[in-house]
């Protein structure tokens, strides 16, 4: 989203040159022109981009989805090429899917969401129970009561997120760059639209398992990626010992046949 404003009141990093705050509003007009065009086809689910649990705050993506008129879709996709694992990105669909609903119909400031950061701490997932805590709290507040039923549902990116995200050695990178072709990782479950979960709609590989997310540096020069020792494809482009890492490592397990 170039020259977009944080709810802080923050300009964030991607400023295109001969650009400016405007871009943001025009970005904004594609996406709801996007939005009506798709949305009117017959047989079609349509959901945005929501980002994923390590990024932003469910306030800060639910504002940004009703910018770009969420209200006419089924809902946002989460972990799309990233590596949360389902303990994160789950209850991060929830959190979400309750921040655009009290927003949109209790009129509540996005910014008094709770979150993966407060007051749960992040790093700790057993303090996660404190925002599932606080969003009861706040539609109690508001005279609201949740409907997943008519709330907006979440498709989830569950190729590369059987072991959660990567752990870097502390101290070793300037830059771990933990998205980027992280070792050790595996497929998660299984793509399915039976997920069990009234806030989910369907578990996908939508990143293509193996695919490379192209050169990493961890902060150095290169061009050999310094955790694994090798030169990493370009983006997009197949990543055999990657590949391998993902089946090895798959949770649930591959069968052996």
Known sequence: MPWNTT????????????????????????LRGAVAFLAALPRVRLYLDGTGSSWLAPGEIASRLIKADVARTTGFFLNVSNFESDARVVPYARWVS????????????????????????????STWRATDAAYDRLFEMTGLKRDPASQKHAVIDTSRNGRGSWQPPAGKYADAEVWCNPPGRGLGRRPTLETGNPYVNALLWIKIPGES?????????????????????????????????LIEHANPPLAAD
């Open 98 to 125: 309750d921040c655009i609903a009290l927003v949109t119909r209790g009129r509540l400031d996005p910014r008094e969401c709770p979150s993966q950061y407060a007051p749960a701490v992040f790093a700790d997932h």
């Open 7 to 30: 709810l802080a009141g923050a300009v964030e990093p991607c400023r295109p040159e001969g650009q400016g705050p405007a871009a943001s509003d025009a970005r904004y007009d594609q």
């Open 213 to 245: 997310d192209g050169a990493c540096y961890r902060g150095r020069g290169g061009p050999a990626d310094p955790e694994r020792g090798v030169t990493a494809p370009p983006a997009g482009s197949w990543f055999a010992e990657q590949a391998r890492e």
